[in-house]
């Protein structure tokens, strides 16, 4: 009855969210309050009911119920428990529970602390997160079902794909999804404001913690993802623009950009249009990846489904939700007139630039991820774009980017000196100095762009605290004023500080593993050495091992340099007991200046050996702690009380408050 039971509550919630998106938005339209009411107790309504069909499927996953489809193709008696748990979402049916589980989550919060928001845009807020999350409970219904019935039952199971039984792969989805869905009330708050016809300061400022949160839930999934593919598929990288890693990365971008621009809005009261249409192509292109996963138009690790028919059904709710948006865009948008006037070289300047430049990567972007797909779909043939496509185009662009990134902060609102702002930078110019030529000449056969990438990141991180010194100061007032002035700042001020830093060392930490990988691929056979990058692999053997569902060779590898033994790393290369697929365990030794990684392949049949491939990644650790600097920046600054009060509203009677200024 399990199964029963969550497919009836999956079906309920379909009706209260039919209920909660229609209501609601006639209610707003005639003014009616007891038909505005209804969306908060619906949110919390729909989002009890589709908790408890997950809940329901995840019972089943836990005990191993081989009568429900789902569990018998994703799973196995002998699967390890965190994996039969993570198996929920490892796969189509159950990652769309997923992903209408995390919407309802959203709306749920937004009825339950949007006590600040207006009646009406709360209403229609919560409608319109309702009306998109129709789409995906009838694609669920109707084409993936996760509780239809396999009858007879089989005695097992069929596993779960073995790349997704590893821990970064156990939490990846939930956060990526978080990031995906999470965007979804930005494009809520879009559309009911062009509903509405008016954005103001007070909107830009309700609207920003909900993208923050997405923002930092889906950089923590990326990161989670290219942390994941580093060290399971073996092949030495974190990043291989695949599409579907494009597919993260178009939103993520777009929604930095959005963050940003919100910031405008409410500071400045300006750019609103704009603001409107990133939020608006920040959920498309969540909407986008979700096609291009489930759709079938590609072969990756990360796809899950291959039946047209699901594609289909996702490509036209995709055309009604990105085609209707734009549509009333069109229509309601040009009555978005921005107040705010400002000189190009002015903080509001720079910030556009960075929009305009985030626009113009994530546009880069979706060409090369869709091109192959539409050449061929029109019979051109099939071509493949890769990293030097990208790495040729994206990279350029995001140089004068993060050049700006130290300059627009010490501008003014409105109207700026960029010769000033150069001035109090000297500092940072002498970093960027210091941090090119050493790289220079430490590195004396890397490419170019590597120098390129370790003196922006040294100019954007010394220019960050040169910006946090300007705020204290630093230098122009008593070291204890400072201190205090330090205290004073706002968490939110504090947040783009970490973010800005983090990013900067993330970009040394990319430069790194990007520009400086060294690596070698050579059969070895026990007691066989190879040098590389200073360092001798000496390998001592393999052995074979037994895993709860899995058997292994491990091999041994002991590195030393200069006769100085460092340790040991051990990789394995798996092999799944029911699937029989095989997947690799890289072994890595992390320091400051790089990591040490080793893979043991297949055994040679000519020599006896084996297939080993060895890489010293310089700085990839620095690329970790970066995002996790940034991670922590962006929830710093989602703990700013200002985002729980919401912007302060003009007072009426503008003529008396005048008066009582002159008077005084």
């Not at 589709?50 to 329901?56: K, L, P, R, T, Y």
């Not at 845009?121 to 999350?133: D, I, N």
């Not at 090369?368 to 043939?381: C, R, S, V």
Request: net charge positive; aromatic share 12%.
């Amino acid at each position: 009855m399990t199964a029963e039971l969550g497919h009836f509550a999956l079906t309920l919630a379909l009706f209260v969210a039919i209920v909660q998106s229609s209501l609601p938005l006639v209610g707003a339209h005639r003014g009616k309050s007891q038909w505005m009411a209804v969306a908060s107790p619906a949110a919390l309504l729909q989002f009890g009911l589709v908790a408890i069909a997950f809940g329901c499927l995840t019972h089943l996953y836990v005990t191993s119920d081989f009568s429900v489809l789902n569990v018998a193709a994703n799973s196995h008696t002998d699967k390890p428990m965190i994996y039969k748990i993570s198996g929920v979402w490892g796969n189509h049916e159950g990652s769309m529970l997923l992903w209408v589980l995390i919407m309802a989550l959203f709306g749920c919060a937004v009825a339950a602390f949007g006590g600040n928001l207006p009646p009406t845009l709360k209403a229609r807020v919560l409608a319109v997160q309702a009306l998109v999350a129709v789409g995906f409970y009838l694609f669920i219904l109707l084409t993936s079902n996760p509780f239809d019935r396999l009858f007879p039952p089989p005695v097992n199971g069929q596993d779960l794909n073995p790349l997704l039984q590893d821990p970064g792969l156990a939490f990846h989805p939930p956060m990526l999804y978080l990031g995906y869905v999470g965007f979804s009330m930005a494009f809520s708050f879009a559309i009911a404001a062009l509903i509405e016809g008016r954005v103001d300061a007070a909107w830009a400022r309700w609207v920003r913690p909900w993208t923050l949160a997405a923002w930092i839930f889906l950089t923590a999934g990326i990161a989670l993802g290219s942390w994941w593919a580093y060290y399971e598929l073996g092949w030495g990288g974190w990043w291989f623009w695949d599409p579907v890693e494009n597919a993260s990365f178009m939103p993520w971008l777009a929604g930095t950009a959005l963050l940003h621009s919100a910031t405008v809005v409410e500071k400045r009261d300006t750019l609103k249009g704009w603001t409107i249409l990133l939020a608006i192509i920040t959920f498309s292109m969540s909407l986008l990846g979700t096609f291009l996963v489930r759709s079938g138009v590609l072969t990756s690790v990360h796809a899950f489904a291959t039946d047209p028919a699901r594609g289909v059904f996702i490509l036209v709710l995709l055309i009604i939700v990105i085609g209707g948006s734009l549509a009333l865009y069109a229509w309601r948008g040009p009555s978005l007139v921005s107040a705010g006037l400002f000189q190009p070289i002015s903080r509001e300047g720079a910030l556009l630039f960075n929009n305009l430049v985030m626009a113009t990567a994530t546009a880069v972007v979706l060409l090369g991820t869709l091109y192959p797909l539409l050449l061929d779909a029109i019979g051109g043939g099939k071509i493949s774009v890769g990293p030097p496509f990208f790495n040729a185009v994206f990279i350029p662009l995001m140089v004068p980017m993060i050049a700006a990134m130290a300059v627009g902060p010490l501008l003014n609102w409105k109207r700026g000196d960029w010769r000033a702002a150069l001035q109090r930078l000297w500092p940072a110019l002498l970093a960027a100095a210091i941090g090119g030529t050493g790289a220079w000449a430490i590195v004396t056969d890397g490419p170019f762009m590597g120098i390129v990438g370790m003196t922006l990141a040294f100019w954007l991180g010394a220019g960050t605290l040169v910006e946090l010194a300007e705020r204290m100061r630093l230098g122009r007032e008593p070291l204890s004023r400072s201190l205090s002035r330090l205290k004073r700042q706002p968490r939110a001020s504090w947040g783009m500080t970490l973010a800005h830093f983090g990013l900067a060392i993330g970009i040394a930490g990319m430069t790194g593993a990007g520009a400086w990988v060294k690596e070698s691929i050579q059969v070895m056979k026990p007691g066989d050495t190879t040098m590389l990058a200073g360092y001798e692999f000496r390998f001592d053997g393999a052995r074979a091992i037994g895993g709860p569902n899995y058997t292994a060779t491990a091999g041994q590898f002991t590195v030393s340099r200069d006769g100085v033994r460092i340790g040991t790393l051990e990789s394995e290369k798996r092999i799944y007991n029911v699937s029989g697929q095989p997947t690799t365990e890289a072994a890595i030794r992390t320091t400051v200046a790089g990591d040490l990684y080793a893979v043991i392949g297949d055994r040679d049949a000519a020599t006896g050996g084996f297939v080993t491939r060895l890489y010293f990644n310089p700085l990839v650790v620095w690329m970790w702690i970066g995002t996790l600097v940034m991670i922590i920046g962006g929830t710093i600054s989602l703990t700013d009380r200002r985002h729980r009060v919401g912007a302060p509203q003009t007072r009426a009677n503008p003529p008396a408050r005048a008066q009582a200024a002159g008077a005084d």
